[in-house]
């Protein structure tokens, strides 16, 4: 919205990292009237859901579909499992980490919180050391974030499934993948997970207000022996409903048009395509940054998100001022700084239905803001990443392995 002009022109540039930009297909399938959710059509469409979400999941078990934020999921992942007083490992990886544990503790549980300087991801050697200095086997559940929203930094899911079974530990292990489902890699079966947490808005490319919970055979055992209290979360109700197409209570049916919609284009692109589009976007949204002469809040390569990336401003100068100045002038949204990190870093998203010529459009923007904010930085970010992106066309298999 210019300061110039009374009404915003255009479209916003909506970079937040989730809620993303809806694609015109999505908002076309939720289009439609009301059906009745105890009728067969509903089933129809509700069975198609349950179904295909497993294909993104990549899971042959059951997929609990919440009417619920993300954070409902969470909460649903602990309650159905555990049991008051119970230890659970969780990692300090930055502000959703924090709200995860904070969670644990309002449910009577008992977190250990591995400490990091919100610039790394989960490390799976920090995670197996814990594990094993718990020779009483009381951690019952290693509870890590795929991606860290708050500050992009991605955890490798497999080497920490590989750390928890090096340990010899029974714990189950639950992974939040909010911002990284259908955005990047995840395989809930192979790399032996017993929750697995995914919401709508952020790969799926669908409003808020949906989540999931998939679970492993482990997990259900373990919900047999759960003491903590829930009603609206318990898997068992809803699962038997599922079983014929229903739900306990009066289910998002606008959502799970949408959501039926969401899996047909993840599939109509490829999985594989997908992930190869998030990591472009990703590289190419990095070489913007180094250009410019700034630093990426995450700072180990082998972290990197390919969902969203934290840049840091220098010393002085206020992250959430030049947001503000952005979206003022160039009708821009990035995501916000956290904790101790407050004001000192804005987050550019580039996840879901985003293309080239999208995220070519924020950095352009981004760097106008930068000069006419007067925030210290080089010329040429726009440019190193259009090189990039152009090498990429040219070379796919460089381009991803770069
Ligand atoms: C967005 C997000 C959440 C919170 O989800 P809500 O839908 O806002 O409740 C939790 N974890 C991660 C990693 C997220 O990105």
Request: glycine share 8%.
């Amino acid at each position: 919205m210019s300061k110039n002009s009374s009404r915003p022109v255009g479209r916003h540039f909506l970079h937040i990292p989730g809620p993303t930009p809806l694609p015109d297909r999505v908002l076309r399938a939720m289009d439609t009237p009301i059906i009745d959710h105890r009728g067969p059509e509903f089933a129809k469409l509700a069975k198609n859901c349950l179904e295909g979400i497993k294909t993104i999941f990549k899971t042959t078990n059951p997929v609990v579909i919440y009417t619920a934020t993300g954070t409902g999921a969470w909460e649903a992942a602990l309650v159905n499992t555990l049991s008051p007083d119970d230890r659970v490992l969780m990692v300090e990886t930055g502000q959703f980490a924090t709200l995860w544990k904070t969670m644990a503790q309002k449910l009577g549980l008992r977190p250990d919180f591995i400490k990091t300087d919100w610039r790394i991801g989960a490390d799976p050697a920090a995670i197996e050391d814990h594990l094993r200095k718990d020779k009483n086997k009381e951690i019952k559940a290693v509870c890590v974030l795929h991606n860290e929203t708050s500050t992009g930094c991605l955890s490798p899911i497999a080497q920490i499934r590989k750390a928890i079974d090096a340990a010899g530990h029974p714990a189950l292990f639950f992974v939040d993948t909010i911002s990284s489902l259908a955005s990047t890699d995840y395989r809930h079966d192979e790399w032996g997970v017993d929750v697995t947490i995914g919401g709508a808005q952020k790969g799926l490319m669908l409003p808020p207000g949906m989540s999931f919970n998939t679970v492993s055979d482990k997990a259900f055992a373990a919900a047999k022996s759960s003491q903590l209290t829930k009603s609206f979360w318990a898997w068992d109700d809803m699962l038997a409903m599922n079983k014929i197409g229903f739900f306990p209570y009066t289910p998002a049916t606008q959502m799970l048009h949408g959501l039926s919609e969401s899996i047909a284009m993840l599939h109509e692109e490829g999985l594989e395509n997908v992930f190869a589009r998030h990591h472009r976007l990703a590289e190419a949204t990095r070489r913007a940054v180094r250009a410019w002469g700034l630093e990426i809040m995450c700072r180990e390569a082998k972290y990197y998100s390919p969902t969203v990336t934290a840049v840091l401003l220098p010393d002085g100068h206020d992250a959430d001022a030049f947001r503000n100045f952005a979206l003022d002038t160039f009708n821009i949204s990035y995501g916000s700084s956290f904790g101790h990190y407050a004001g000192k870093y804005f987050r550019i998203g580039h996840l879901g239905d985003v293309n080239e010529g999208m995220i070519t459009g924020a950095l352009a923007i981004t760097e106008m803001a930068l000069a006419l904010a007067g925030i210290p930085h080089k010329k040429g970010g726009v440019q190193a990443a259009l090189d990039y992106l152009i090498a990429a066309q040219e070379s796919p298999a460089r381009a991803a392995a770069e």
